[in-house]
C-alpha cells in the first residue's frame, strides 16, 4: 500500500468531480451524472494504489462539513421564487399525498416482483429521499445501508435521466413543474438537474426533495411502528 501525503485524497476527489463535470458538459448524457462519473474514477484510483476505504475516509472526513452550507445555499433560489411556491401549495400538497403513496408502494411491488427479502424491501422505500435521511429511515425499520444507499443513486441518477424526457413526451414546459419533479423523484441528483434550466426550477425541484424526504421520514416509520 502506497503512503499518500496529507491532502492528496482531497485533491484526487476534487479533480475526479471536476473530471465529472467536465465529460457530463461535454457530453450532455443524463447518465454520466459528475457525482457518478467523479464516484466511478476514485473508486478507481483507490483499487489501483490499493488505498483501504479507511483511510480514504478519514482523509476527506472534512468534505461532509460543506454539506450544510451547500443546503443553506438552496435557500437562495427559493427565496427568489417564494411567491410562485405560496401560490402552487395545493398542486404541492396533493402531489405529496398521490406521488409519495405511489412511490411507497412502488418499492413495496418491486420487492415483490423480484422475489426480494424483507429487508431487501425495506431499503426501497427510502430511495426517493435525499441520502442522509434514506439512511436513518433505514436503519429505522430493519433496511440494509448498503442497499439503501445503492437504491438512492440508482433512483437519483435514473430519475433525473428520464424524468425530463417524460415531461417532454406530455408537453409540460412549466418549469416549476419539471424542476418539482425531478426534486421529488431524483433528490439531490434532480436538483442538480433543476439547476440547468433556471432559478424557477431549482426553487421548486428544492421544494420536491424537501417534503419527500419530510414525508418519508414520518411515515414510513409510523407505518412499521404500527404494524
Same mark, same amino acid.
Given at each position: 500500500?502506497?503512503?499518500?501525503?496529507?491532502?492528496?485524497?482531497?485533491?484526487?476527489?476534487?479533480?475526479?468531480?471536476?473530471? &465529472?463535470?467536465?465529460?457530463?458538459?461535454?457530453?450532455?448524457? *443524463?447518465?454520466?451524472? *459528475?457525482?457518478?462519473?467523479?464516484?466511478?474514477?476514485?473508486?478507481?484510483?483507490?483499487?489501483?494504489?490499493?488505498?483501504?476505504?479507511? /483511510?480514504? !475516509?478519514?482523509?476527506?472526513?472534512?468534505? *461532509?462539513?460543506?454539506?450544510? *452550507?451547500?443546503?443553506?445555499?438552496?435557500?437562495?433560489?427559493?427565496?427568489?421564487?417564494?411567491? !410562485?411556491?405560496?401560490?402552487?401549495?395545493?398542486?404541492?400538497?396533493?402531489?405529496?399525498?398521490? =406521488?409519495?403513496?405511489?412511490?411507497? $408502494?412502488?418499492?413495496?411491488?418491486? &420487492?415483490?416482483?423480484?422475489? $426480494? @427479502?424483507?429487508?431487501?424491501?425495506?431499503?426501497?422505500? /427510502?430511495? %426517493?429521499?435525499?441520502?442522509?435521511?434514506?439512511?436513518?429511515?433505514?436503519?429505522?425499520? +430493519? &433496511? @440494509?445501508?448498503?442497499?439503501?444507499? #445503492?437504491?438512492?443513486?440508482? %433512483? +437519483?441518477?435514473?430519475?433525473?435521466? #428520464?424524468?425530463?424526457?417524460?415531461? @417532454?413526451?406530455?408537453? #409540460?414546459? @412549466?418549469?416549476?413543474?419539471?424542476?418539482?419533479? $425531478? +426534486?421529488?423523484?431524483?433528490?439531490?441528483? =434532480?436538483?442538480? !438537474?433543476?439547476?440547468?434550466?433556471?432559478?424557477?426550477?431549482?426553487?421548486?425541484?428544492?421544494?420536491?426533495?424537501?417534503?419527500?424526504?419530510?414525508? /418519508?421520514?414520518?411515515?414510513?416509520? %409510523?407505518?412499521? &411502528?404500527?404494524?
Amino acid at each position: 500500500m502506497i503512503t499518500f501525503p496529507p491532502l492528496l485524497l482531497l485533491a484526487v476527489t476534487a479533480i475526479a468531480y471536476q473530471s &465529472g463535470a467536465w465529460i457530463y458538459r461535454k457530453s450532455k448524457i *443524463p447518465m454520466l451524472q *459528475p457525482v457518478l462519473v467523479s464516484a466511478f474514477i476514485v473508486v478507481c484510483f483507490l483499487f489501483f494504489f490499493n488505498v483501504p476505504f479507511s /483511510t480514504y !475516509r478519514e482523509e476527506t472526513k472534512i468534505l *461532509p462539513l460543506f454539506l450544510g *452550507p451547500v443546503v443553506v445555499a438552496l435557500a437562495v433560489p427559493l427565496y427568489e421564487s417564494l411567491r !410562485r411556491v405560496q401560490e402552487a401549495m395545493l398542486p404541492i400538497v396533493c402531489t405529496l399525498v398521490i =406521488g409519495g403513496g405511489m412511490i411507497l $408502494l412502488s418499492g413495496f411491488a418491486l &420487492g415483490q416482483l423480484a422475489n $426480494l @427479502d424483507t429487508q431487501m424491501t425495506y431499503s426501497l422505500l /427510502t430511495r %426517493s429521499s435525499t441520502a442522509p435521511i434514506a439512511l436513518e429511515i433505514a436503519q429505522k425499520i +430493519g &433496511g @440494509d445501508v448498503s442497499l439503501t444507499i #445503492i437504491g438512492v443513486i440508482i %433512483s +437519483g441518477v435514473i430519475g433525473s435521466a #428520464i424524468t425530463p424526457v417524460i415531461l @417532454d413526451l406530455c408537453d #409540460i414546459k @412549466d418549469l416549476s413543474i419539471r424542476g418539482f419533479t $425531478l +426534486g421529488f423523484t431524483s433528490h439531490a441528483f =434532480g436538483i442538480a !438537474r433543476a439547476a440547468e434550466m433556471g432559478v424557477e426550477s431549482t426553487a421548486f425541484a428544492t421544494i420536491g426533495m424537501g417534503t419527500m424526504a419530510c414525508a /418519508t421520514a414520518i411515515v414510513v416509520p %409510523s407505518i412499521f &411502528g404500527l404494524g
